[in-house]
């Protein structure tokens, strides 16, 4: 297992990315309340992908004291690992989106939120690819690309959340 290294510093990453919510949550200020939905939802998602990270990065060393060799371990995590994915992109990011509704973010807000969810989709769909075997065989390196893209999805969240926290409110218009 060549990749235990690898996959150590990860969840050690992870483990800072949730120490970084919780100084999110100590710079929002009352922010982090239902009511500022946007806010609110990208604090508990930042924790959830933190864990994410975590849980996934220690999967395939779980797997390979329990004894599975190497390839089913890869095909193992990348299925945990896209499944969440793809639940957290069908039931969350409808909520992104009702939240998102209406209001009218600065340009660089748009931009960070944007690449956030095209590199979660990245990531599932790399997941997915790698638990199936589609089109290379399933490999540690296809659930590590995964892995990749999570972190990137983790900082550009957390500098996501201190861009919202930091700016005033936006504009929402009233409902009539």
Do not use: C
């Amino acid at each position: 297992m060549d990749e235990t290294g690898t996959t150590h510093v990860i969840a050690e990453l992870s483990v800072g990315f949730i120490g970084f919510a919780g100084i999110v949550g100590a710079l929002a200020r009352g922010q982090l309340v239902p009511e500022h939905r946007h806010t609110w939802l990208g604090f508990w998602t930042m924790i959830e992908f933190g864990l994410a990270l975590l849980f996934g990065s220690l999967l395939p060393s779980l797997l390979h004291h329990l004894g599975f060799t190497p390839w089913p371990a890869a095909r193992i995590s990348s299925a945990v690992l896209g499944a969440f994915l793809i639940g957290h992109l069908t039931l969350v990011t409808p909520l992104f989106m009702r939240a998102r509704r209406g209001v009218k973010w600065p340009l660089g807000i748009q931009l960070l939120d944007g690449t956030t969810f095209l590199s979660l989709i990245l990531a599932a769909v790399s997941q997915a690819l790698n638990a199936l075997g589609v089109p290379f065989t399933t490999s540690i390196g296809g659930f590590l690309l995964g892995l990749y893209l999570l972190l990137i999805v983790s900082g550009l969240n957390f500098a996501l959340l201190a861009y919202l926290i930091l700016l005033p409110e936006p504009d929402v218009p009233e409902d009539d």
